[in-house]
């Protein structure tokens, strides 16, 4: 089992930059993914951006070049650093975890554990 423990969700202005952090303990496994999704309310939960244990990154198009996911092993602590938000970054965000074989894919159907998420608004 992987407890996940999501934090640093807030309000925050069209433009402006919030972090999250994600603190997972338990079982650890040498190959992994971990990742970001959120989800609005009315609409399916949706991958944002993933990471895996080489250090290999993939992101959601809507947050290319804004999002960034990044993971200290240290604390086992993974972060999403989120600039130039928009109102539609509006929802819940969620860390999430699976141990893997291949590539990690930014789906949130393959995720096996998963935190309690934590409250993203972007005002405009």
């Known amino acids: 089992q992987v407890q996940l423990v999501e934090s640093g969700g807030g309000s925050v202005q069209a433009g402006g930059s919030l972090t999250l952090s994600c603190e997972a303990s338990?079982?650890?496994?040498?190959?992994?993914?971990m990742g970001w999704f959120r989800q609005a309310p009315g609409n399916d939960r949706e991958g944002v951006a993933v990471?895996?244990?080489?250090?290999?990154?993939k992101y959601a198009d809507s947050v290319k070049g804004r999002f960034t996911i990044s993971q200290r092993n240290a604390k086992n602590t993974l972060y999403l650093q989120m600039n130039s938000l928009k109102p539609e970054g509006t929802g819940m965000y969620y860390c999430a975890a699976r141990p893997r074989v291949w590539a990690c894919s930014v789906v949130a159907d393959s995720f096996r554990y998963w935190g309690q998420g934590t409250q993203v608004t972007v005002s405009s």
């Open positions: 338990g079982n650890t496994y040498s190959r992994y993914c």
């Open positions: 990471i895996q244990d080489d250090g290999t990154t």
